[in-house]
């Protein structure tokens, strides 16, 4: 066989596992994780130049504009790799979604931060190596409650290079509030996404969420407290909307509340309805606010000072 029809053969096997998403009879009735899509041999489809990724975003090109970009591709402990979203929030822990660290993808290994393309040269990100990855203790893989992770950096990130995001306050009103979403998964055309891609969303009253969930989508799983909503805004044709999308799990949503205001990490990408890139009318994220708790008991003295103010000393996790 020829060189070029091996490659052929491992792309379209590779192409073929990547369209394995969850399945279900009604597309509506069924959610799917936004767990990366692909393996290493996917990440660079020979011709496919998708100009946009999370669906119909923008690419976010100017690093002094966005100091906060740090989307991490993780690697696994046993040199296959994959590719998840994460938000670093002081110089040495990074959030990420529980599930990103789900048993079959194995551990990951390091953290890059800064990462603006995949083609970007090895001095203009941070490349760093995880001590600890853990996730929630009630995180639960089948209805994706909980899902929010902690990867301790086993050396300091430079913050004046990639600024962390803060934390939220518990008591932060999202209401009528527009939303940041980022990441380098698959875009409305299915494709992987090179470069960091970005979309505003509006943010999703919870329980205008919780009760469409039930009543409109007959969703498997119910939308808890520790989940929000952003998304549901249709693109200019009309025919879609803004969201995130497979392979951006673990990326941040990000609330600021001027141009000058600090970025806070106020959800972390989780899942969305089993629809393509792009269908879905909102996207489910772990809120922030209310899982801060847990991020404030285990790391606490990793974070800034004054990020855990308002999440009392006695918190258990
Ligand atoms: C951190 O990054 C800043 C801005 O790029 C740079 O000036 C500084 O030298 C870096 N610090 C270290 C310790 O590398
Ligand atoms: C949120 O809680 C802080 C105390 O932690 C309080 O000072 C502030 O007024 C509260 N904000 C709202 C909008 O309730």
Same mark, same amino acid.
């Not at 767990?35 to 990724?53: D, E, L, Q």
């Given at each position: 066989? *020829?060189?070029?029809?091996?490659?052929?053969?491992?792309?379209?096997?590779?192409?073929?596992?990547?369209?394995?998403?969850?399945?279900?009879? *009604?597309?509506?009735?069924?959610?799917?994780?936004?767990?990366?899509?692909?393996?290493?041999?996917?990440?660079?489809? !020979?011709? @496919?130049?998708?100009?946009?990724?999370?669906?119909?975003?923008?690419?976010?090109?100017?690093?002094?504009?966005?100091?906060?970009?740090?989307?991490? +591709? +993780?690697?696994?402990?046993?040199?296959?790799?994959?590719?998840?979203?994460?938000?670093?929030?002081? *110089?040495?822990?990074?959030?990420?979604?529980?599930?990103?660290?789900?048993?079959?993808?194995?551990?990951?290994?390091?953290?890059?931060?800064?990462?603006?393309?995949?083609?970007?040269?090895?001095?203009?990100?941070?490349?760093?190596?995880?001590?600890?990855?853990?996730?929630?203790?009630?995180?639960?893989?089948?209805?994706?409650?909980?899902?929010?992770?902690?990867?301790?950096?086993?050396?300091?990130?430079?913050?004046?290079?990639?600024?962390?995001?803060?934390? !939220?306050?518990?008591?932060?009103?999202?209401?009528?509030?527009?939303?940041?979403?980022?990441?380098?998964?698959?875009?409305?055309?299915?494709?992987?996404?090179?470069?960091?891609?970005?979309?505003?969303? !509006?943010?999703? @009253?919870?329980?205008?969420?919780?009760?469409?969930?039930?009543?409109?989508?007959?969703? @498997?799983?119910?939308?808890?407290?520790?989940?929000?909503?952003?998304?549901?805004?249709?693109?200019?044709?009309?025919?879609?909307?803004?969201?995130?999308?497979?392979?951006?799990?673990?990326?941040?949503?990000?609330?600021?509340?001027?141009?000058?205001?600090?970025?806070?990490?106020?959800?972390?990408?989780? +899942?969305?309805?089993?629809?393509?890139?792009?269908?879905?009318?909102?996207?489910?994220?772990?809120?922030?606010?209310?899982?801060?708790?847990?991020?404030?008991?285990?790391?606490?003295?990793?974070?800034?000072?004054?990020?855990?103010?308002?999440?009392?000393?006695?918190?258990?996790?």
């Amino acid at each position: 066989m *020829s060189r070029a029809a091996a490659a052929l053969l491992a792309l379209l096997a590779c192409l073929a596992g990547a369209a394995g998403a969850a399945t279900g009879r *009604s597309p509506l009735g069924t959610v799917t994780a936004r767990m990366a899509p692909v393996k290493p041999i996917c990440a660079y489809p !020979p011709s @496919n130049s998708p100009t946009t990724a999370v669906a119909y975003g923008n690419a976010v090109t100017s690093r002094a504009k966005h100091p906060y970009a740090t989307i991490p +591709w +993780w690697v696994r402990s046993d040199g296959t790799w994959f590719m998840c979203g994460a938000t670093l929030v002081s *110089s040495r822990i990074v959030i990420t979604a529980a599930h990103c660290l789900d048993d079959s993808w194995g551990a990951p290994t390091h953290v890059t931060i800064g990462m603006l393309s995949w083609s970007d040269s090895a001095g203009t990100y941070q490349k760093i190596a995880v001590q600890s990855a853990t996730r929630h203790p009630s995180y639960n893989p089948n209805t994706l409650d909980n899902d929010i992770a902690i990867i301790v950096l086993k050396s300091a990130a430079n913050i004046t290079k990639n600024a962390p995001a803060v934390l !939220p306050a518990a008591n932060l009103s999202l209401e009528k509030k527009k939303l940041v979403v980022a990441g380098y998964g698959t875009t409305e055309d299915g494709a992987v996404a090179r470069v960091l891609k970005e979309a505003s969303l !509006p943010y999703i @009253n919870k329980n205008t969420c919780k009760t469409n969930a039930r009543t409109t989508y007959y969703l @498997n799983i119910p939308v808890t407290d520790r989940m929000m909503c952003a998304g549901g805004a249709k693109t200019t044709s009309g025919t879609a909307y803004y969201d995130a999308c497979p392979g951006d799990s673990g990326g941040p949503l990000i609330y600021q509340a001027s141009s000058t205001a600090a970025k806070q990490l106020v959800g972390v990408v989780s +899942w969305g309805l089993d629809l393509p890139c792009g269908q879905s009318p909102f996207g489910a994220y772990s809120d922030l606010r209310t899982l801060k708790k847990w991020v404030c008991c285990k790391v606490r003295r990793l974070l800034t000072a004054g990020a855990c103010r308002d999440v009392p000393t006695t918190t258990t996790c």
